[in-house]
């Protein structure tokens, strides 16, 4: 395979251009790259703080078979590849100088590109975390309704949303992807975040959800501070949010999980989710 199958843009309006048909012909599949690119194309590239994005393509035969982006200092996000494709990708990247801290991808792709970016520099890859992609089947109430009623946040609830954003980065071990001001001014400018509020307005738990885009809206993050866990507040909202996108239209929603979470796991299918397929990220040190 070779390398120069790859095209690599800084440009996003030139990479939807080129790319957009395919990311959209496999919405679940695509969903953060879909999601991503509409943050990036509606709020700029400072939404997710860093240096600025890069895209790449690869076409073959006058079609496009694959996309990639990064936004720094994040790991580069991949769709589908077969182990050769991987392989390209990874020489591509490490002749043109691309520095990488790591890839997410499907499972089998991400370790394919892992090993390839180890092979050619020399480099260590090491996997972080797994994840599974989850598509709403039938939506079915989790178990008896929990006290108190959901709402959608408003501007008021600024504060609340920045301090929970960040408190669920911290559980789930992850830098945050953008700044908790910025993601907060996001999610209220479309109604993005439910909460689940006790009967006197007191916030118990909080379900987001990206803008829909190519018919389909994926739920996150979801957030339940410790003290107040394994009441049911996680499952009443997510079903909540679950039930206003199926309402908005969307022809799919879609939710990742931890693997290393069986809660989480059981919980979203009790709901109704059914897999889809699995997520590996891998961090890279040493090149």
Known sequence: MR?????????????????????????ALHTVPLTVTEGLRTRGSGHY????????V???????????????????????????????????LTRFGRALTGVNGEAATAAALAEAWRRHTGGTAAERERHRLYRLGTLTEP???????????????????????????????????????????????????TLWEDTDGTPLSMAGVTPMVAGQIRVAPVYTPAPLR???????????VSRAALTAGAQEVLLFTDLANPTSNALYQRIG??????FTVYGFTGA
């Open 49 to 56: 703080g860093g240096e600025a994005p890069y895209f790449g």
């Open 143 to 193: 178990g008896p309704v929990p006290k108190g009623r959901p709402r959608v946040a408003q501007e008021a609830d600024r504060g609340q949303l920045e301090r929970w954003y960040e408190e669920f980065s911290q559980a789930v071990g992850a830098h945050a992807a953008v700044p908790a001001d910025r993601w907060a001014d996001a999610r209220l400018s479309y109604g993005g975040v």
């Open 230 to 240: 394994g009441r049911g507040y996680a499952g009443a909202v997510t079903a909540e």
């Open 273 to 278: 989710y059914r897999p889809v397929a699995d």
């Open 58 to 92: 690869l076409e073959r035969d006058g079609a496009v078979r694959a996309a990639c982006f990064c936004t720094p200092p994040y790991e580069l996000y991949v769709t589908a590849l077969a182990p050769e494709d991987a392989d390209a990708l990874a020489l591509h």
């Open 3 to 27: 390398p120069d199958d790859w095209y690599f843009l800084d440009d996003l309006d030139a990479f939807l251009a080129r790319a957009g048909a395919f990311l959209r012909s496999r919405p």
